[in-house]
Structure formats: structure tokens, C-alpha cells
């Protein structure tokens, strides 16, 4: 049991480094003032860059895995994060290999994260609860680095900007516990695979699923760019307003934090009593608190209001990240990289969503633009409870006619 405790936490302390990219967006205003000859669009760059190059990453991750196996592809992500994370910390005066080197990280974050979830997968195969459960604990040890690296940042910062990228240092201790705690997952895990993953049948049954997964990306992408627009436009929402000022945005951020954190954690419990209406469910309350937050005239209910958002959104990645890996070990695979791939492309693309929102509706205020995103979510949360409810019915009248058979 113990042991079982250690192979867990070493997985999970993987997802730490998930979401740790933006950590360093308090060194920008720094960085661009040292580099006064770089466009400062370029130096904003350094946050959102490592994003494009982990959809790289998952893509290249899936082709080494069949080469050296899941824990040596992990290994190989954990090793490039700690060295290009540390680099600027060690060389800080040339801003091309300062760009350079957030672009292995991203690289080398995309080597690791699918592979984090399959592995989840694959350990807990024989209990799906306590899949849905882990798979949950992941979203937010995601959460918790990203909350946890911010805010070491911010102290180091006091020192410099460039002492502040030690913290990807962190990426060392959870190498050496992967390494050591880990089984390789050649001779542990793809046996176990190989026998146990037939749960659905190929052929045409397959082609559905294929188009699902799919659709299921698409419409990711689509959530994505909505809620990391909301997490951008939080600010501007409160001083247009008048409700509210800088700090109490940032507090905002903090609180959407919390609650996918919190999120992470009750999700086996959610899906256990949700079931399919996990999605839809949690896409209404995203709706319908996006639209409380932008008639709301009190700080402390749009300090709820972005709580809830959080909560509803990090209770879909999960669910999705759970469903898939319940298919073939190929629809598994194509799931993840999907899901993965649709939320790194949705979050670098976000701004540019109220861009397009705003010309083609002629939205001309923030307070517009968020109330315009969470009919939108409505409507998709509506259609989604009619599927689930229709395919429910559906399968209550396949099982009475088997039992009457």
C-alpha cells in the first residue's frame, strides 16, 4: 500500500509542471524593460509561446512512445523542462535563446502530458472509479503547480527576474521520483493493456467514436477560448463597471484557480452521481454564472460567480480525459491528443475571440462581449442535455426489449 501511495504521488507530481508555463507573466513588464530593442508584443510572447509547442509536443511524444515506451518518453519531457526552464535563470542576456528556450519547455511539457493520463489509465484499469477519481486529482495537482510556481515567482521576483526561473528547478526532484518509483511501463503496463483494453468493438462502432472524439475536440476548442477569454477579461469587466479595481481582478484569477482546484478533487464523486450529464451540467453553470457575473453589481458575487466558472470548467477536461480513455487503446490515444491539442490551440488563440466576437456582432463593450459568450455556452449546454437525455432513453428501451427477448 505504500508503495502503491509513492508510484501514485510521483505520477501526479508530473501534473505539477502542467500548467506552469504562464507562471513567469509577472517577468514580463522586467524583461521587456531590459530588452527595450525587442517589441514588447514579442517579449508577451515568452508566456503564451510554450502553448503552441506542446501541441508539438503531443505529436511527437506519440511517435516516441512507440519507440522507447511511456516512462522513458516522460522522462525525456521532465529532463528538457528542468534544463530549459533553468536556462534563463544561467544566461539571461542574449533574448533569442531567452525565446528558444520557453519553446523546448513547451516542447517538453507536450512530451508528457497525454502520456500522464494514459498511464493513469493503465494503472487503474481493472477500477474505473478510482480512474475518475485519480484522473480528477490530476486536473488539479495541474491547478495547484500552476497556483503554487505563480506565487514563487512573485517572491523571487524581488530579487530579479531572471532568479525567478528557478523555480522550473522543481522539474528535478519530480524527474528522480518518476525515475525511481515508476515501473517501466514496457514490461508492467502494455501487457496489462494488451489483454484488458477490448471493451468496444471495432469497424463501424469504432468510425462513431472516431467522429464523437472529434466533435468532442471541436467543441472543446470552442469552450476553451470562451473561458480563458472570461479569465482575461475579468478586470476590464469590474472597472467598467465601477464594482471593483486591478487587485480585486487578480483575486478573480486566483478564485477561478481555487475552483477548478476543488474541481479536480470531488471529480470522481461528480461523475459518479452525473454520469453523462456531467457535461452538459457543468456547461450550463459555466452559462448561466458567466451571465450572473456580467448584471452582478457586487464584488463578492462575481468573486462567486468566477469560482463556479472555474469549477464547471475544470469538471470537463476530466470528464473527457475519463471518457476516452475508457475505449480501445486507439481511440484512447486519439482522445487525449485531441483534448490536449484543443486546449493549447483554444487558450493561445482566446484573445483573438473576442476580436472576432466583437467585429461580427458589434459588440463594443466587455460587459457585451462576456454576456454574448455565456448565451452561447447556454445554447450548447441546452443541446447537450436533450443528447444525453435522448440517448438515455434510447438505451432504457434497448435494455426492456433485450430483457423481454
Known amino acids: ?58 505529436l511527437i511524444g506519440n511517435r516516441l512512445e512507440l519507440w522507447i515506451g511511456k516512462k522513458k518518453t516522460i522522462l525525456t519531457g521532465l529532463g528538457l523542462v528542468f534544463l530549459s526552464g533553468i536556462v ?20 517538453g511539457i507536450g512530451l508528457f502530458n497525454r502520456l500522464i493520463i494514459q498511464m493513469i489509465s493503465d494503472l487503474y484499469q481493472n477500477d474505473p472509479r478510482k480512474r475518475a477519481k485519480v484522473i480528477g486529482m490530476e486536473s488539479s495537482f495541474e491547478g495547484l503547480g500552476g497556483i503554487c510556481l505563480t506565487f514563487l515567482v512573485g517572491q523571487l521576483l524581488k530579487i530579479n527576474w531572471h532568479t525567478s526561473f528557478f523555480v522550473y528547478a522543481l522539474a528535478l526532484p519530480i524527474f528522480l521520483a518518476f525515475f525511481f518509483f515508476i515501473p517501466d511501463d514496457k514490461k508492467q503496463f502494455e501487457n496489462k493493456h494488451a489483454t484488458q483494453k477490448t471493451t468496444i468493438s471495432d469497424t463501424s462502432h469504432d468510425r462513431g467514436i472516431y467522429r464523437l472524439v472529434i466533435g468532442f475536440g471541436i467543441l472543446l476548442f470552442v469552450i476553451v477560448t470562451i473561458f480563458i477569454n472570461y479569465n482575461i477579461e475579468i478586470t476590464p ?15 478573480m484569477i486566483a478564485f477561478i484557480g481555487l475552483g477548478a482546484f476543488i474541481a479536480g478533487f470531488v471529480f470522481g464523486k461528480v461523475f459518479q452521481f452525473l454520469k453523462d450529464y456531467t457535461m452538459p ?113 434510447r438505451n432504457k428501451e434497448q435494455r426492456i426489449q433485450v430483457g423481454k427477448q
Request: net charge neutral; glycine share 6%.
Open 1 to 58: 500500500m505504500h508503495m502503491e501511495k509513492l508510484r501514485l504521488y510521483s505520477l501526479l507530481s508530473v501534473a505539477l509542471l502542467i500548467s506552469s508555463s504562464p507562471a513567469i507573466a509577472a517577468n514580463i513588464p522586467a524583461i521587456a524593460k531590459e530588452f527595450t530593442y525587442i517589441d514588447p508584443t514579442h517579449v508577451g510572447l515568452l508566456t503564451t509561446i510554450p502553448s503552441l509547442f506542446v501541441v508539438l509536443g503531443v
Open 281 to 393: 451540467i457543468s456547461l450550463l453553470l459555466l452559462g448561466v454564472f458567466m451571465y450572473v457575473a456580467t448584471i452582478s453589481e457586487s464584488i463578492l458575487l462575481t468573486t462567486l460567480c468566477s469560482m463556479v466558472i472555474g469549477f464547471s470548467f475544470r469538471s470537463i477536461m476530466p470528464y473527457l480525459l475519463h471518457t476516452f480513455t475508457q475505449q480501445t487503446s486507439q481511440i484512447a490515444k486519439l482522445g487525449t491528443t485531441i483534448v490536449l491539442i484543443a486546449y493549447n490551440i483554444g487558450a493561445t488563440l482566446s484573445p483573438y475571440e473576442g476580436l472576432i466576437f466583437s467585429y461580427l456582432l458589434h459588440v463594443d463593450n466587455v460587459q457585451s462581449l462576456i454576456f454574448t459568450n455565456s448565451i452561447f455556452i447556454l445554447m450548447i449546454s441546452i443541446v447537450g442535455l436533450v443528447i444525453v437525455f435522448v440517448k438515455g432513453q
Open 237 to 251: 469587466l469590474i472597472l467598467e463597471k465601477n464594482i471593483g479595481n486591478a487587485t480585486n481582478g487578480s483575486n
Open 88 to 107: 534563463p535563470a544561467l544566461k539571461h542576456d542574449i533574448f533569442s535563446l531567452l525565446f528558444f528556450s520557453r519553446c523546448i519547455f513547451g516542447l
